[in-house]
């Protein structure tokens, strides 16, 4: 959009006789459709960057408790350890199919910027591998390979 209206002409004839000086309205419209455009960017980079640290958060949570010596006969850790398993049950569908989508907002991003941050790109395959291979501990689950 920036740059289609940096396009338009700096003045425009209407009616074929009144002459109009564009500069103000062009230079408006450019400077709102940069800021509209920092603040989509900059959404866009917290999305990604909140959803990798919300999985990553619940990765180590999940970790954490299931790596917890279970004794014989604790019911109540049983009970907490299948909480968790629960828990990641349920999620896997949703964080199976957020890495697709968010690959493609960072290619996106990087598009319009000189480099996306390499630490959102580290961040995105390290928390997709994380995934996986927390996947394949769980019973019964089944990921994609990123």
């Known amino acids: ?3 289609e209206a ?3 002409a700096n003045t425009q004839v209407f009616k074929g006789w ?3 000086d564009c500069c103000p309205f062009k ?6 459709v940069k800021s509209r455009g920092l ?3 900059q959404h866009l980079v917290n999305h990604v960057t909140t959803s990798l640290q919300d999985l990553e958060g619940f990765l180590q949570d999940v970790n954490a408790a299931l790596n917890k010596p279970l004794e014989e006969g ?3 850790g049983l ?3 299948m909480g968790h398993l629960r828990r990641a049950k349920e999620r896997q569908a949703v964080t199976d199919g957020m890495f697709e989508p968010l690959k493609e907002i960072v290619a996106l991003l990087s598009t319009y910027r000189e480099q996306m941050l390499e630490e959102i790109h580290l961040q995105l395959q390290v928390s997709c591998l994380d995934w996986d291979r927390a996947g394949h501990r769980l019973p019964g689950a089944t990921l994609p390979t990123p």
Do not use: H, I, T
């Open 6 to 8: 940096s396009g338009f």
């Open 27 to 32: 230079q408006a419209l450019l400077g709102a």
């Open 74 to 76: 604790d019911y109540d």
């Open 79 to 81: 009970v907490e350890m």
């Open 1 to 3: 959009m920036y740059e």
């Open 18 to 20: 009144l002459q109009s």
């Open 39 to 41: 603040v989509l960017w």
